[in-house]
Every structure is written in structure tokens, then in C-alpha cells.
């Protein structure tokens, strides 16, 4: 009989994010096959403390930590694994096989776990530290959508400090973009947390303080009168897959962290209803810029559409997407015939598969 893989699931983390993690991976959990998969749970708490032990998920939820055991993922490729400490020794407490980083934001989604994990040469689902890196900051990323004459919306940059030290000034750069609406956005975070949507002067002012609070780099961007939001999922490494594209139909004024995880409020409409040249365009754009961005494993790439002149701006690219039960990613893939139990080994499997791709590497040079 074939021996298990050992499946480290890891959530919560220094995030914004952290409550939408935990969310994503008690989803992700309960279709893991235990025939084929050893699930390690590990969490982070809000503060970057490593925990593993018995009913992990809901003491993270609960933030009850004192029954729980500190843990720790070495850099290091000798007996890769998470690791405990008693008595000032370290203890093998869990070999890895593979990783699957349900997490979301800062600390997670953004290249620095997936540095970690490589210098502990471990298998990991999503993309590498690079792409994560390029995708979770908004300014780079439509930097790089340009260079490949992919359509974005217009944009500025702003930081923390300029914020702080000269916001008349950051206000007259804002609205240089162009006409009302314009919305604020932290750089590198996501599920709308800290974006705000901005009609007037005052509204901006209040947009990039908000932002400000959770990221030192702030886009401000252009916003579409009348934008329908349109996503796709991508899943593959070097030959990637899209799936048909939904539509979300927000109640509030955009697609906010409430609708997303709260209320459950916006509708979905899987597939959106699109001419087939659309659909065709946004299939491939969000292939474009999956490569032109080194993704793997997986992604759900957002465009807006503009109703009044039907033009098609790709917003951005989640390298980590939701996984609950009411997220997009899944259900775009559901409505392609992949189910969500499917799904999750498929990624699984293609993350063994870009490891694979790494060890062929060469470390070494004799000269």
C-alpha cells in the first residue's frame, strides 16, 4: 500500500486576511481525502506564533492558545518538516510532503512564506516568490500588465509618508488620474479590505488614510462608472487552464469584505452572461498574465468590463484565492466540471510537479 502524504495545511496568519484564512481552510479540510492525504494542521496567530496540536482550527478561531504547542518551519532542506521545542531541544514533530498555504495578504500570499518554504525545500501549492511578490503589490503588478500591453486601468502610486507629510499634495496626484469615482487601495492586500470607493475630495482623503493603515505603498486607481465585475480561474504550471468566467452583482457599492464573508449578500452568476468574444478575450488575457507573471498551481484573475463602452480592464491576480464555501475560485471550476474535492488534489498534484521542476535545478558550480 502506498504511504500517505504528509499534507501541512497551514492558515491564519499576519493578515488583514487572517479571519478569511481560517474560513478558507476549515473548507479546504473537510474534502481532503484520508486515504491518500496525513493532514498536519498548523496555524498562525494574528501576532506570527506557530501553533500546532489537537482542534487547531477552532482554538485559532477561538484564540485559545495556552492547550496548544509552539512550532516552527526551519530554513533548512535536512528532514524538511515543522518542528516543536521542549526542554530546548527540537523535535521532528511532523515530516511535510507538501504544503498548502491557505492564506491570504501580508506575510503569506506575498512571496515571503513561500520563501520559507523553498529554503526548507517543501512542496507547495500556488505560485513562487515571485509571482506571489509581483501579483500581491497592485502598483508592480500593472506595471508589469503594461509592459505586456495587457489593459488596466489608469493608476498612481502613493506612500505612507507622502501621506502623512503632504496630503494636499497626494490629493492633487489623485485627481490627476482622472474624474470621480477614484478608488483607494492598500498595495498588497486583498478581499477589499481597506479599498475604498471615493466620489469626491473628502471621500479621497478619508480613501488613502484608510489605506494607509494597512500597507506604507497605496494605489489610487481609476474607477468605471458603470464596471461589471467579471472573474476566471487559472489552474495549471507552464500550461494553464481557464475556466468560465462569473459575475459578481454587488448590493453595496462595490464588492466588499462584508458581501464577500458576512452577509453573503452579492450575486453570483456562473457563467456570467457574456458574447462569446468575450469571453474568448478574457480567457486569454488571464492566461497572458499568468505567465507574464511566473503563477503556478493556481489563480483567480478579476476584470472590469465597462458597460457603456465595453472595454475590458484586468484589475488583478490572486495567487492564493478564497476557498470557502461561497468563493469564487471553486465555483468557476465547479461550473467547469471539476468538483471541489478534485480540485484540491489536482492542486496538490501540481504543486509536487513545479517541485519536481526545482530539483532539476543545478546548485552547484565547479566551473
Known amino acids: 500500500m502506498k504511504d500517505k502524504l504528509k499534507l501541512g495545511v497551514m492558515f491564519g496568519g499576519r493578515s488583514g486576511e487572517h479571519d478569511v484564512s481560517l474560513m478558507s481552510a476549515r473548507s479546504v479540510i473537510s474534502v ?8 498536519v494542521e498548523i496555524g498562525i496567530t494574528r501576532q506570527g506564533e506557530w501553533f500546532v496540536g489537537e482542534n487547531l482550527l477552532s482554538k485559532l478561531q477561538q484564540e485559545r492558545f495556552d492547550d496548544l504547542t509552539p512550532a516552527f518551519l526551519l530554513p533548512s532542506p535536512q528532514n524538511p518538516g515543522i518542528y516543536t521545542r521542549k526542554n530546548g531541544e527540537m523535535n521532528l514533530y ?43 503589490d497592485k502598483g508592480l503588478f500593472k506595471d508589469v500588465m503594461i509592459t505586456h500591453q495587457i489593459p ?54 478619508e480613501g488613502l488614510m484608510q489605506a494607509a493603515l494597512y500597507d506604507r505603498r497605496i494605489v489610487v486607481e481609476k474607477g468605471i462608472g458603470d464596471a461589471r465585475e467579471i472573474e476566471i480561474s487559472i489552474l495549471g504550471n507552464e500550461n494553464p487552464e481557464a475556466s468560465v468566467p462569473g459575475e459578481i452583482i454587488p448590493k453595496d457599492i462595490f464588492y466588499t469584505y462584508s458581501e464577500k464573508y458576512i ?31 511566473d503563477c503556478a498551481g493556481m489563480a483567480r484573475v478579476d476584470f472590469l468590463l465597462d458597460r457603456a463602452s465595453g472595454e475590458i480592464f484586468l484589475n488583478e491576480i490572486n495567487t492564493i484565492p478564497g476557498f470557502t464555501k461561497i468563493s469564487m475560485y471553486p465555483k468557476l471550476w465547479q461550473a467547469s466540471g471539476m468538483s471541489y474535492s478534485a480540485l484540491i488534489e489536482t492542486l ?15 546548485r552547484e558550480y565547479r566551473g
Open 94 to 136: 511532523a515530516k511535510l510532503d507538501v504544503v498548502f498555504p491557505v492564506m491570504h495578504g501580508t506575510y503569506s500570499e506575498d512571496g515571503t512564506l513561500q520563501g520559507l518554504l523553498e529554503l526548507a525545500d517543501i512542496a507547495y501549492v500556488g505560485a513562487g516568490v515571485l509571482g506571489s511578490s509581483v501579483c500581491m
Open 263 to 293: 452577509n453573503d449578500t452579492a450575486e453570483l452568476l456562473i457563467p456570467a452572461d457574456l458574447p462569446v468574444e468575450h469571453v474568448t478575450q478574457m480567457q486569454s488575457l488571464a492566461i497572458k498574465a499568468y505567465k507574464a507573471t
Open 348 to 362: 496538490i498534484a501540481l504543486a509536487l510537479e513545479r517541485k519536481a521542476q526545482r530539483d532539476k535545478t543545478e
Open 32 to 39: 481532503i481525502n484520508p486515504e491518500k492525504f496525513e493532514v
Open 152 to 205: 488596466t486601468l489608469a493608476y498612481k502610486v502613493l506612500n505612507r509618508t507622502q501621506i502623512e507629510t503632504d496630503l494636499d499634495e497626494c490629493l492633487q496626484l489623485a485627481e490627476a488620474i482622472g474624474d470621480y469615482p477614484l478608488f483607494t487601495k492598500p498595495a498588497n492586500l486583498g478581499s477589499s479590505v481597506g479599498i475604498s470607493k471615493c466620489t469626491s475630495r473628502s471621500d479621497l482623503m
